[in-house]
């Protein structure tokens, strides 16, 4: 059976040793220290996010939520029984020009919450009895999400976290996150720089991306679930297909295969729809077809990957 299979008894998220040694209060001035002169992604603003300056992701100081709700329509080991624990951060880093949310991504619409209003989320929604805390689109905010952690520690927190995130992340804030996220959950958008420069703006990515799988796989691995097939600890990757995208697919699958791991937990996904500015780029204006989807389905079992679709 793959290590991947293996039940998970007894699970301790690993944000709890770190609150208990004092690290988690060292990681939180560290990463702190990177809003003086912003460098929280790849974009590199060097805003002064501390004094009210604001970068390309938009976002001020506080923290800015659009909603908090057990989800059901997340990865089935993330929901469980009860739901996933979502809490949807407003703004992003990467601003997709198709961007399914773009009301709260690009436009921002959502409402500042002190830290300890965070933790009282995060507790209530484990009270829900929801099985983890997902952080949609947190990359911007990562120190502020860290800094409510002891305040949730301190009410009871005991769930995984998971970092939902647009794969557009500095290697460096990952490396702090070490110990602290116990369930990495990245998108794999593009393999084509001019692809990732015409929709995001972004020609890094590829690059970017790649450096960030291997950082978060040799984190945390692959994908482990407990004795009931919930998510405990581990990298579990997102890809939607694009129109007339499979020669981008078969590039991001291959690496996560040979790369990563064959035993990765990927979710290939088909709900790709034409939203916000997609209707600018003709390519973009038509959903994926049946036989495009089936055929990136075939990419992946051709690979030897097999988890999450």
Known sequence: MAKSLQTAMDYKPSYLSLY??????ARIERLRELLKSCILCPRQCHVNRL???RGVCGAELALEISSAFPHFGEEPPLVGSNGSGTIFLTHCNLKCEFCQNSDISHLGRGKKISPEEMAGYMVALQKQGCHNINFVTPTHLA???VS???HAVRLGLNVPLVYNC???EALAVIKLLEGIIDIYMPDAKF???AAANKYCNAPDYPLVLEEVLKEMHRQVGVLHVDSAGRATRGLLIRHLVMPQGLTETEK???FIADELSQDSYVNIMDQYHPHYNAYRYPELRRRITTEEYLEALAIARRLGLHRGF
């Open 20 to 25: 208990e040694s004092g690290e988690l209060d």
């Open 51 to 53: 004094e009210g300056e």
């Open 143 to 145: 120190p502020q999400i």
């Open 148 to 150: 409510a952690l002891p």
């Open 166 to 168: 647009g794969g557009y």
């Open 191 to 193: 393999a084509d720089p």
């Open 252 to 254: 991001i699958l291959r």
